[in-house]
Nanobody, 123 residues
Framework: QVQLVESGGGLVQAGGSLRLSCAVS????????MAWFRQAPGKEREFVAA????????DYADSVKGRFTISRNNAENTVYLQMNSLKPDDTAIYYC????????????????WGQGTQVTVSS
């Protein structure tokens, strides 16, 4: 089974930075797509960023492009989300997700989810 565990969330002032981590266990050759989603109270869950294990292809939501960077460490089976220039609108629970391909994890409905980590950005 694939298990995802997020960490690194916390409280930060607007303009600050945080780096989230997603530790992956039980990964197989058929699980190539990784992504971060977020959900704030009263809002729908939204896509943030995605990456593939093999080629490192990435995709970003327009709202975070230029501020957030997704990366992965294949040897450690860990995916990161570096968040810079944080805004209060970035406040949400951030979830790590996994699926077979980049396209599947972005828009196909990920098969695996982590428990989430809270990010709060104060003004």
């Amino acid at each position: 089974q694939v298990q995802l565990v997020e960490s690194g969330g916390g409280l930060v002032q607007a303009g600050g930075s945080l780096r989230l981590s997603c530790a992956v266990s039980g990964r197989t050759f058929s699980t190539n797509g990784m992504a971060w989603f977020r959900q704030a109270p009263g809002k729908e869950r939204e896509f943030v960023a995605a990456i593939t294990w093999r080629a490192g292809r990435t995709d970003y939501a327009d709202s975070v492009k230029g501020r957030f960077t997704i990366s992965r460490n294949n040897a450690e089976n860990t995916v990161y989300l570096q968040m810079n220039s944080l805004k209060p609108d970035d406040t949400a629970i951030y979830y790590c997700a996994a699926d077979t391909t980049l396209g599947a994890v972005v828009s196909g409905g990920p098969n695996y989810w982590g428990q989430g980590t809270q990010v709060t950005v104060s003004s």
